[in-house]
């Protein structure tokens, strides 16, 4: 929705800012429960959620509470001294996670990075691989964030163009999904271990290749094969964690216990980055003091913010909500019929639907849903993601199918 104001702010940022991201042409200003209004005061159901960082809603009022609260009191000190708030949330995280151990950090990727460091800490120390020997096994497809290390073991050329040379210590086996055959999957990341093999590292729903959801048991192979094998499976649960698959972590889905999880976005409320990286004592207790930390990270202001997160995860039904409400979303659009739609696939509030290349690109799509109000994002060229904030309401999801509804009509 084009004005001269918005025009403005969208020439300003692209003559002072990079151009690293291809925004849709709207300019927001102001955020609450799943609605965003833009500089004109035109208004928007939000389906992006900050790529599943808003599952709390924009504003939550509690979390605008404890943000102003605790940074009236005590925002950023550093890890060089103690803080309750920080003590408060390790100690509720390791409860409801049910994991012993935590580090926290700001953003994913660091947190990625910090699983990574702890699998070849424990690849040496623990299981005595030879010095920088330490193999990490990852899938095809994979998302894992953008630092050099990590767009080094990417499938995607133009996440790494460039940006070489990379770490060494990283093969790729076969992701499994849509039909997949899980055993040629599992076959696949068998025969990439060998002696130096410390962990596989792997989402447990490929969230930016475009809602990859794996076969059922896929999962459960895995963490057969790294028992048998003596290595670690950690989980980037990043997207999917939290609520975002309607159960607290991804998973539980096929109830298994992962030797480490990763998570990021909705831990911070909408409110502040903030990630961790959890695991057992044995192998947590690899790092020792000076091996590893962050400025920012486990500062009081976030962990006060990730804490009242936890809590409100429970108090506002959000996991429960993603859970039901995500299955109706999920059969609504399904029932769509048109041949524009390939696929819809997805579980709890993250679904991806899936475009036939031939009738319209997904950005194409993305700005006529933006023109009704409703603010999507593409992934690749044929994938929509809908992770709406998993507070939505049923009128609200009504409200957003017909809207879809209507523009994919339109097309055809
Ligand atoms: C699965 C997964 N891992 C890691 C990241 C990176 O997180 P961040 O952008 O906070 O570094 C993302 C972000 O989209 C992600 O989806």
């Keep these: 929705m084009s004005s001269r104001l918005q025009d403005e702010y969208i020439k300003k940022e692209s003559m002072y800012g990079a151009q690293n991201y291809s925004p849709l042409s709207v300019v927001l200003s102001r955020g609450e429960g799943v609605y965003l209004w833009d500089v004109d005061g035109n208004k928007y159901l939000d389906m992006v959620s900050a790529y599943s960082a808003v599952s709390h809603g924009h504003s939550h009022p509690e979390l605008i509470k404890t943000i102003k609260d605790q940074s009236e009191k005590l925002a950023i000190t550093s890890r060089a001294f103690y803080t309750e708030p920080y003590a408060d949330f390790l100690e509720l995280l390791t409860k409801l996670s049910g994991f012993e151990s935590v580090l926290t950090m700001n953003t994913g990727a660091e947190a990625v990075e910090t699983a990574i460091k702890a699998a070849r800490r424990w690849g040496y120390f623990s299981k005595g691989i030879s010095k920088d020997k330490a193999e990490i096994i990852v899938a095809d497809g994979n998302f894992h964030g953008r630092t050099t290390t990590i767009v080094g073991f990417s499938s995607e050329e133009s996440y790494k163009k ?7 210590g990283f093969v790729t086996a076969k992701f499994c999904w849509s039909g997949c055959n899980l055993t040629e999957s599992i076959k696949s990341f068998a025969n990439k271990i060998n002696k130096n093999t410390c962990a596989i590292l792997v989402e447990p729903i490929q969230g930016e290749a475009g809602i990859r959801v794996p076969d059922k048991g896929w999962l459960k192979e895995l963490r057969k094969l790294c028992d048998k094998e003596n290595i670690l ?20 889905h096929e109830d298994i216990i992962p030797d480490g999880l990763i998570l990021g976005k909705a831990l911070g409320g909408a409110m502040m980055p903030i990630s961790a990286f959890l695991s057992s004592k044995e192998i947590m207790n690899h790092f020792n003091s000076g091996s590893h930390g962050s400025t920012f990270g486990g500062n009081p202001l976030a962990s006060k913010i990730a804490t009242r997160a936890l809590q409100l995860l429970y108090q506002d039904f959000l996991i429960e ?9 999920k059969e609504s659009l399904q029932a769509i019929d048109n041949k524009i739609i390939k696929e819809v696939r997805g579980m709890g509030l993250w679904i991806g639907m899936e475009l036939n290349e031939s009738k319209i690109n997904a950005k194409d ?48």
């Design 365 to 412: 799509l993305c700005l006529l849903l933006l023109n009704e109000g409703l603010l999507c994002k593409e992934t690749h060229k044929t994938v929509i993601r809908f992770a709406p904030p998993l507070m939505i309401t049923k009128n609200e999801i009504d409200w957003a199918i017909k809207k879809i509804t209507k523009v994919i009509s339109s097309i055809e």
């Design 321 to 329: 909500n993603s859970n039901n409400l995500g299955s109706y979303f």
């Design 162 to 168: 460039g940006f070489g040379p990379f770490a060494n």
């Design 233 to 252: 499976l950690i989980l980037d649960e990043i997207q999917s964690g939290l609520g975002r698959t309607g159960k607290l972590f991804a998973f539980q």
